[in-house]
């Protein structure tokens, strides 16, 4: 999942960059409000992480700006102040949740995931295709019950299609939500993913999982 952080102090940005990579998403930073808009506009996120505090526009301005533009991605706001005038403005104007600096990671990731789960319900941790088994929840991936090693991004990717089994996925679509800013659109990047996640999940012995869709993108399907 791709997260926006709408954050202009540093330590802040570096903080929950890697804290959120550790999570496995992929993570975008905006310094400036004008920026974050930008940002939140033309790219696809699953939710955004909005300071209160910032450069230019600040964090209700940007919400507010969204919410007119029709731009529906969960928004979690951030501020040192807990006064319940500020939070009750973040929720009236289109924030999906407020939460007061300083916070504990484990929670805001808590919230994080309640929210990201509101759009199909509360739902299995479990993603299954064959005798293939993710586990959200404890990250771990097997197959025929023996346990596969997967790095963060082969975890996500596979995450991924496996939510969206038999439909084919772009590789646009696959960098929009798996990688960030930083990825270089032209490299191999994601081939040579699905390359190894291929020689990880599957087998001679096994049925074909992950299939190439010649001009379109990738699925993992059953097909023959």
């Known amino acids: 999942m791709r997260i926006l952080v709408i954050e202009d102090e540093k330590d ?18 905006a310094d400036t409000g004008t920026r974050g808009i930008y940002l939140a506009k033309t790219n696809e996120y699953d939710l955004i992480l ?3 505090a910032l450069p230019e526009k600040n964090g209700f301005t940007v919400c507010e700006d969204l919410r007119t533009s029709c731009i529906h991605t969960p928004i979690i706001m951030m501020s040192v102040s807990d006064a319940s005038t500020y939070k009750v403005r973040g929720l009236n104007i289109g924030a999906d949740d407020y939460v007061s600096k300083p916070f504990s990671f484990e929670e805001l990731h808590a919230r994080m995931q309640a929210i990201l789960r509101r759009p199909q319900g509360i739902q299995s941790s479990l993603l299954t295709i064959d005798d293939l088994v993710l ?3 404890k990250q771990i991936v097997t197959r025929d019950g023996k ?15 496996l939510k969206h089994k038999s439909v084919v996925v772009s590789r646009g679509q696959i960098m929009e939500h798996i990688w960030d800013l930083d990825l270089d ?3 191999n990047t994601i081939e ?3 390359l190894n996640l291929r020689r990880k999940i599957e087998a001679p012995s096994k ?16 097909m023959r």
Not at 147 to 161: A, G, N, V
């Open 207 to 222: 049925t074909k999982l992950i299939h190439s869709v010649p001009g379109r993108g990738y699925k993992i399907d059953l």
């Open 147 to 161: 346990s596969i090693y997967l790095t963060r991004k082969e975890f996500s990717l596979l995450e991924y299609m």
């Open 50 to 52: 909005l300071d209160y």
């Open 192 to 194: 040579t993913h699905i």
């Open 185 to 187: 659109p032209f490299s």
């Open 12 to 29: 802040s940005q570096d903080y929950l960059r890697d804290r959120l990579r550790e999570k496995s998403f992929a993570v975008d930073i």
């Open 135 to 137: 586990d959200s929840a």
